[in-house]
């Protein structure tokens, strides 16, 4: 590894762990403010997602769905594209879970295989959509991922409501899944399920995907560089078009996974958002798939803090929502330590001349 390449990991990580300390401490600036009891809100959101084996799970169990999200972003911001299609692929992958869970009869462990491959098949359809459209009239992917991400939750929500609806409920909810169809335990005590096994394992084949094969290479390029990706004749827009069905149907398999692990029927009637969350965990592990699980976990503890926050004192969850909204203006800013930086680049080509001149 040169020198450059030292600098910029000792940076981001020193720049990681900042962000991390300033969100702690906004956290803790927020409750001294607007609570009468700061002492326990700050041991609750702090202390309490590790008092019992069954909270830690949480911790785990509102990690899993947003390393699906954020390896989708990861791939779609890698390719050079700005699609937020995550949100609608993930959940029309809940809807696919939901038709096969319900509609059909398989053994187990073959039941919950064909339920996430078809919620796969169902997320890399949706996100077909803005590719297309990119690739055919330049249409911005923003913008249309934006606006398709409602057209699919409304469309799932009617699925729901007029062909799989459980009557005699009094709330939105489908039929009772099969038993076949869901996801085992790993864990027991906790709902950890085999679902976020395959998140991780996902977020190996996707680092192996985008750093060892060929194909990941020009998509990184693409994304680095589009002009000059094209002129060294990369399909530019084949490849953009790939990396939108690729995370899809990443996204997808993560709403299969989490509707199949962590529920028996279909019942939200809006999007959870993790689409959008999935943003800043992208973020937070500096686009690296490894890194994903442990930027997830961090989020998924703030969001466990903040539920037990909630109950035990006088301080809402939503102090998590700004504290991610911070996070995401921090890791964006790319002035942060960047004189720091750029001091530590000089001093090393100062060295090195300096060897060079004594050889």
Known sequence: MNSNKKINLLVDAVKLALII???????????????????????????????SLRRIGNI????????????????????????????????????????????CKLPGGVHPAVAILFAGFCGALVSLVPAVLKMKWNVSELVTSIMFNYVVQFFAIYLVSYHFREV??????????????????????????????????????????????????????TGENPLFAKYSGLKVTSLMLVAQIIAGAIAGMGGGAEILGMYNRFKWT????????GIVVALLARSNPLLVPLA????????????????????????????????????????????????????????????????
């Open 21 to 51: 300390f300033i969100a702690c401490a906004l956290v803790s600036l927020i409750v001294l403010l607007v609570s009468d009891d700061p002492m326990t809100a700050i041991t609750s959101f702090f202390i309490g997602p590790f008092t």
């Open 60 to 103: 785990i169990e509102a990690a899993a769905p947003l390393m699906f999200t954020a390896l989708a972003v990861i791939i779609i911001f890698g390719s050079g594209q700005f699609s937020m299609i995550a949100e609608g692929s993930f959940f029309i992958g809940t809807s696919g879970a939901m038709i096969i869970a319900i509609a």
């Open 168 to 221: 005699s409920s009094s709330s939105l909810a489908s039929l009772k899944f099969e038993e076949t169809a869901g996801f085992p335990v790993v864990i027991p005590g906790t709902r950890i399920h085999a679902g976020i096994v395959l998140g991780i394992v996902l977020c190996i084949l996707v680092w192996f995907f985008l750093y060892r094969t060929s194909f990941g290479t020009r998509l990184r390029i």
């Open 270 to 277: 809006t999007s959870p958002g993790y689409g959008w969350t």
């Open 296 to 359: 997830a976990a961090f989020i998924g503890y703030l969001n466990v803090g903040a539920d037990i926050m909630a109950r035990s004192s006088d301080v809402g969850r939503e102090v998590v929502d700004i504290i991610q909204g911070v996070m995401m203006f921090l890791i964006a800013a790319d002035a942060l330590l960047r004189g720091w930086r750029q001091s530590l680049i000089v001093k090393a080509a100062k060295a090195e001349e300096m060897e060079a001149a004594q050889k």
